[in-house]
């Protein structure tokens, strides 16, 4: 499986972004499909994930602002971020976990939040 991420950048306090991940190869063992994201002087946390049945969980520090949802084709995957803050100045990654436990990570994309 590879992962693709796209649609960092920058933006200003208040405004919108929306990532794009999308996976090829074997895309039909994918289990889990997730955003995390690494900010200056963190470790890596996650962000919002979503299950084949449907399942979605945010953290509680995006809650409410981001939302992470399924393309039409099965292989692809989105982070709508509003209400963007300075403090979401991070590295965005996007990841998979298969049904088999293996984890793959796509390449980051920067999003920078200016006050």
């Known amino acids: 499986v590879q992962l693709q991420a796209s649609g960092g950048g920058s933006v200003q306090a208040g405004g919108s972004l929306r990532l794009s991940c999308t996976a090829s190869?074997?895309?039909?063992?994918?289990?889990?499909k997730a955003w995390f994201r690494q900010c200056p002087g963190n470790q890596r946390e996650i962000v919002a994930s979503?299950?084949?049945?449907?399942?979605?969980t945010h953290s509680d520090s995006v809650k409410g602002r981001f939302a992470i949802s399924r393309g039409a084709v099965k292989n692809t995957w989105f982070l709508q971020m509003d209400g963007v803050e300075p403090e979401d100045t991070c590295v965005y990654y996007c990841?998979?976990?298969?049904?088999?436990?293996?984890?793959?990570w796509g390449q980051g994309t920067q999003v920078t939040v200016s006050s």
């Open positions: 990841n998979a976990r298969t049904i088999g436990n293996s984890v793959y």
């Open positions: 190869g074997s895309i039909n063992v994918i289990a889990l």
């Open positions: 979503i299950a084949s049945d449907g399942a979605i």
